[in-house]
Structure formats: C-alpha cells, structure tokens
C-alpha cells in the first residue's frame, strides 16, 4: 500500500539532519543524562513507563534545535541543556497523553505505554514529565524562557481538545487543521528554538526570527508526518500505514480529497472517517481516492511552503555551520517522504 511521492526538488535527496547531530553532539550527551536522571523516582512505575518511551529511538530534534539556537549566538553556559531537557520532557508527556486520547497502539515501532501500563499510568506519569520540566525551567531562572515554555504547554493543551472538537468531522476545513496543527505540534517547536536565543541574551529580532522558523519547520514537519501515514513504511515511521485512517483522525490529505470528491466519495469518506468503517478494503479505496485528486503532492506543496518561510526566517543571519545545519533540517523534514 506504499506510495512513492517524487519531490520536484532534487536535492532534498540528499537531506540530512547529521550536521545538526553532529554539532550538538556533547550537548545531547548532556541533555540525555538530564533525561535519565530527571525521569528516575522511588515510584518504580515513573520511571518505567517514563524510559519506555524516552528510550524508543526518536531523534529529539526538538531539544537539539535549543541547542543549537543556543550554540549559534555564542552562548556558553549551561542553561540550554536544562532548556532542552525541559522541551523533551513536554514532548514526550504530550505523546503519552496524545496516546491515550487516541487509542494507539503503536508508536516509533513500538507497543504503547498505555497498552502495557494502562491509560491512567501514561497520564500520570506524563504529568510527572511535565511537573520536573517546569522544575527545570525555575532552576534556569529566565521569565522570558519560563513564559515561552509555559505558553507553548497553554496552547498544546488547547490544540488537544480542540482537536477533540473537529475529531471524526469531515466538515473540518483546512484552516481548522492548520490550527490544530499548529497548536498542537508547530507551537513546540518554536518555543524551542525561541529559548536558545533568549538565554544566549539576543535582541527580540532575533528572538522572532528563531520563532517563526521553528513554527514553520512544525508545520512542515507535521505535514509531512500526515503524507507518511497514507505513504510510508511502518518500519521507518512507526506507523503502520493507515493508521490515523483506522483512528478516523482528519488530516489534511483527507480534508482535500473530501473537498475535491463527488457526492459518492464524500458519503464514503463519512462512512469511514465519521462512521468507523475502515477495514483493508475501505484503506484501499481511500488510497486511491488520495491519489485520484492529488492529496498527498498538494500535502507535500504546503509542507516545503512552510519550508521556505523557515528558511527565509533564518536568511538575514550570518552564515555559520550552525545556520546551514538548521537550513538542513527544512529539507530533511520535508525529504522524508522519498
């Protein structure tokens, strides 16, 4: 059921997210410390369900875009890591959650906290995740870094219910899932790499300027993430194909094939989506509906838009290794569908 999607931009073929690696390699061997001791509690249950995800392969590029956004206006003190553990910490306490709110099974290749400890133990133990990353973020003792991070935790939570709000509704416009999106993913990623420069002690440009890339970089990166589950590899994204379809999750190559499909196929798409009847079969017809009106190419088009307004964000900024491995990061994200 796997579908190629070709990228006009010859390129991104090459794209790679190892020079950021590479760069914020001594702070990730930090920031991965902080993890393991900040996850760990009498309570044997934390930290077993805490490791279990932490553990599960992801390339927390979140914490390395504060890191590096840290590195790249010259600063050198040890704030960043807390910094960063913290935004690892939110992330990975809004994936225990986001789990149980959807029923999953699966994530990064693996079983589910929830399907091993149970619903309530995922929620708890993603608020302790959440209690020890703002406990960080007071050690640091930065409001301006303290208020990002709290406003971006805000407005996760929001884009969670009101995804609730649009769940399983075919009438759901692509300005009310860009929304979600940006709420619930893109919004995380800019506090990211908005607390690198504010602790480096930048001037507000600059600030803004980290901000709308990482925003942009979320939004591009989540819909690339909604291409892949209707055309990647369950070994690659963690996901079996069909997955958010199975979930009657809307997502954006949904919302343009409804919009672009007959009476018929609108009422197919209801049934499914809305109705849960979403066998093989329907996966099928629901794959070719997706490749009859172009959903997946016109996805990807949204996605390196949202590229290019990150790589603009950074544009006016000296050329450094650090600029150029963050300009890699837009095309890997992106280049994730080959």
């Known amino acids: 059921m796997g579908v190629v999607i070709p990228l006009e931009e010859s390129k991104n073929k090459q794209a790679s997210v190892k020079p950021l690696v590479d760069l ?15 996850a760990g509690s009498d309570v044997q249950m934390i930290p077993e369900v805490a490791n279990h995800l932490i553990s599960s392969g992801g390339k927390r590029l979140r914490p390395m875009l504060t890191l590096a956004t840290a590195a790249m206006f010259g600063y050198e003190g040890d704030h960043h890591i807390k910094l960063a553990t913290s935004v690892e910490f939110m992330h990975t306490a809004t994936l225990l ?3 149980v709110v959807d029923e999953s099974d699966l994530r990064r290749g693996k079983s ?19 209690g020890q990353a703002f406990r960080m973020m007071v050690e640091v003792g ?10 971006a935790a805000c407005v996760i939570a929001e884009g969670e219910v009101l995804q609730l709000s649009v769940a399983k509704n075919m009438e759901t416009t692509e300005d009310d899932y860009l929304a979600v999106i940006r709420a619930k993913t893109a919004a995380l990623f800019a506090a990211a790499a908005e607390v690198g420069p504010i602790v480096a002690g930048t001037d507000k440009s600059t600030r803004s300027a980290m901000k709308s890339y990482g925003m942009n970089l979320g939004l591009a990166f989540q819909l690339v993430d909604d291409v892949l589950d209707y ?3 369950a070994a690659e994204t963690g996901k079996n194909v069909g997955d958010d379809f199975r979930e009657g999750k809307i997502t954006l190559p949904v919302i343009l094939s409804y919009r672009r499909g007959t009476a018929a196929e609108r009422e197919f798409w209801k049934e499914s989506i809305e109705g849960g009847q979403n066998d093989d079969a329907r996966l099928e017809k629901a794959l070719g509906l997706i490749g009859k009106y172009g959903a997946l190419n016109d996805t990807i088009q949204r996605a390196q838009h ?11 900024l000296p050329e450094t290794p650090w600029k150029s491995a963050l300009n890699d990061v837009i095309d ?3 280049a994730r569908v080959n």
């Open 24 to 38: 914020t390699k001594s702070g990730m061997e930090r920031v991965n410390q902080l993890i393991l001791s900040k």
């Open 97 to 99: 959650h986001d789990d």
């Open 112 to 130: 589910t906290a929830r399907t091993i400890w149970g619903n309530q133990a995922s929620v708890l133990v993603g608020d302790f995740l959440l």
């Open 142 to 151: 930065s409001l301006d870094a303290l208020d990002v991070l709290s406003t």
């Open 231 to 233: 055309g990647g590899k």
């Open 306 to 316: 949202y590229g290019t307004i990150a790589r603009d964000a950074l544009a006016p």
């Open 332 to 334: 890997f994200c992106i």
